[in-house]
């Protein structure tokens, strides 16, 4: 299984708005393809605004492929983000899960 993980900043005003045009867009998207086993978002409050990271779970690269294009490490940004006043890293990281559990 593989993680894609993308983050940006947003202003504290807009960052409700912008994780629903999240869910409108990236995960939309995302949950459409073949071998995209879920997501989450996740936020995190910074002194001024707040942090959102977006991870997707994958089976292989290839299916990856089919949403982020060629270079994997190239954030897929949507034409409206500009309208949340966030500030996005373009670039992503790519993890493999090599060991997983739960406690009981």
């Known amino acids: 299984m593989l993680i894609r993980e ?6 504290t005003d807009t ?30 409050k910074l002194s001024l605004e707040v942090e959102i990271t977006f991870m997707t779970f994958w089976e292989t690269f290839e299916q990856m492929k089919v949403y982020a294009g060629e270079n994997l490490y190239k954030a897929v940004l949507y034409p409206e983000d500009y309208l ?19 406690v009981t």
């Open 84 to 102: 949340y006043k966030i500030t996005p890293e373009t670039e992503v990281k790519i993890f493999e899960i090599v060991a997983e559990g739960t």
């Open 15 to 44: 960052v409700q708005e912008f994780i629903s045009y999240l869910n409108e867009t990236g995960v939309k998207d995302t949950q459409s393809i073949d071998g995209c086993h879920g997501y989450k978002i996740m936020q995190r």
């Open 6 to 11: 993308w983050k940006c900043t947003c202003p």
